[in-house]
C-alpha cells in the first residue's frame, strides 16, 4: 500500500508541476468504497489523509472502527435525504450536494448538531440522464440558495465526465467544470477554491485542468470486486 500510495503521489505531483500548479495545492482523496476496513486503516497507517466514501452505511461501521484515526472523511456517493443526519455527523466534506431539497435538510441536521457543513455541488457537466448531479443551467439557482444556508459553507464544485476509454476525452468535461466556477466567482463574488474532479483513469488530466480533489480508489486499492 506504501508502494501504492507513495507512486499515486509521485503521479499526481508530475501531472501539477507539468501543467505550473504547486503538487500541494491537490489533494488525494483515497475511494475506500467496498474495501474492507483494514484496508482503509492501511492506507491511512501509509499516509492518506483523506478517505473519500460512497454508501452511508458501509462508512458508518468503517467510520465507528477508525474513528480514533487521524483522517478526513468526505462523502462521494450519490446522499439521500434521510440519510443526511448521519453525513453531517461524520463527514468533513460531502461533494455531492445537487438539489435544494438536500440542501436545505443538511443545513437543517448541521444546525441541530451545531455544525458548519463544509459542502461541494454537484454539477451534471455532461447533461447524461444517468448522472446525478444539478444542471449546469440550475447550479446558479442552487448555489444562490446555499449561500444563504447558515450551517453550510460552499467550498466549490464536484464532476464526474461521462466514463470514457480515454482520458483526453474527459478533458472538455474537466474544462466546462472550471469555466463554471471561474463564471459563479465572477458573477457572485465568492470564493470557490475546490474542483473534485479526477479518477483513477483521468485524474493527471483532471489535475491539468485545475482538479484541487482527485478521487482515487482503483489505483491504490486494486480493482474492486
Ligand atoms: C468509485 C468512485 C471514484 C473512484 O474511482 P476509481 O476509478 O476506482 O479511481 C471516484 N469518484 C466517485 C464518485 C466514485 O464513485
Redesign the pocket.
Known amino acids: 500500500m506504501i508502494k501504492e500510495l507513495d507512486t499515486l503521489k509521485e503521479r499526481i505531483s508530475n501531472a501539477a508541476e507539468e501543467s505550473g500548479r504547486s503538487p500541494e495545492a491537490i489533494r488525494l482523496v483515497a475511494?475506500g468504497?467496498t474495501q474492507p476496513v483494514e484496508r482503509i486503516r492501511e492506507a491511512i497507517t501509509s499516509g492518506a489523509e483523506i478517505i473519500g466514501e460512497?454508501y452511508i452505511q458501509e462508512a458508518r461501521e468503517k467510520f465507528d472502527q477508525l474513528v480514533q484515526m487521524d483522517v478526513q472523511w468526505h462523502f462521494?456517493?450519490h446522499l439521500q435525504r434521510n440519510k443526511a443526519k448521519y453525513a453531517v455527523r461524520m463527514f468533513d466534506l460531502i461533494h455531492t450536494v445537487d438539489s435544494f431539497r438536500l440542501a436545505r435538510e443538511l443545513d437543517r441536521q448541521a444546525r441541530n448538531v451545531n455544525k458548519i457543513q463544509p459542502i461541494l455541488v454537484q454539477v451534471n457537466i455532461s447533461g447524461e440522464q444517468t448522472k446525478s448531479g444539478v444542471g449546469e443551467m440550475q447550479a446558479v439557482e442552487l448555489i444562490e440558495s446555499v449561500l444563504g444556508m447558515e450551517n453550510l459553507r460552499l467550498e466549490g464544485l464536484m464532476t464526474?465526465p461521462p466514463f470514457f476509454d480515454a482520458p483526453e476525452k474527459a478533458r472538455p468535461f474537466f474544462v466546462a467544470l472550471r469555466q463554471l466556477r471561474d463564471r459563479l466567482v465572477r458573477e457572485l463574488k465568492i470564493e470557490l477554491k475546490e474542483l473534485s474532479m479526477g479518477?483513477?483513469?483521468d485524474f493527471e488530466v483532471a489535475i491539468e485542468e485545475g482538479a484541487t480533489l482527485v478521487?482515487?480508489?482503483?489505483?491504490l486499492f486494486g480493482a474492486r470486486q
Open positions: 475511494v468504497k460512497n462521494i456517493g464526474m479518477m483513477t483513469g478521487r482515487i480508489g482503483t489505483a
